[in-house]
């Protein structure tokens, strides 16, 4: 610890201990600017996802071969698993960082980690959304 004085024009003379600052904390402090909304979408949509396949996951693996795309390919329990997954890692990371404002070097990786697993999650519900777009402007209007 190093020894310096509170202010420069202090007319006391009482010494106050300093930590100095550790250089990686900083530079993480930096780099954890980014807003942390986007952290919180994707434990709502794991959440979402896990709710959704408990719900209609067997309806959509039984359906037809576009519905399957949902669950891709017929894994609704897997893909309810691992919704589940990241949400309690996002959600546990939450607390561990302050609200994903605070990271150290080993929480930044369990955060991409998570970040990773429920986007994993999530790629079932975005191909669906993917091919229903693509099917309407191949085929026009479902109406007759």
């Avoid at 004085?5 to 904390?25: C, F, G, H, I």
């Avoid at 794991?46 to 309806?59: E, S």
């Avoid at 949902?70 to 890692?89: C, K, N, P, S, Y």
């Amino acid at each position: 610890m190093a020894v310096r004085r509170l202010s420069s024009l202090s007319t006391a003379r009482n010494p106050v201990l300093v930590r100095p600052k550790d250089p990686e904390t900083v530079a993480l402090k930096q780099a954890v600017s980014r807003p942390s909304t986007m952290y919180w979408f994707l434990m709502v949509s794991d959440l979402a996802t896990a709710i959704w396949m408990y719900t209609v996951g067997p309806w959509l693996d039984t359906t037809s071969k576009f519905t399957a795309t949902g669950t891709l390919g017929g894994h609704h329990v897997l893909l309810m698993i691992v919704a589940i997954v990241g949400f309690l890692m996002l959600a546990a990371l939450a607390v561990l960082t302050d609200n994903f404002t605070h990271s150290t070097r080993n929480l930044a990786i369990a955060r991409n980690i998570a970040c990773i697993i429920s986007i994993v999650a999530l790629t079932g519900l975005l191909a669906l959304i993917l091919m229903a777009l693509l099917s309407r402007v191949l085929f026009g209007p479902l109406r007759p």
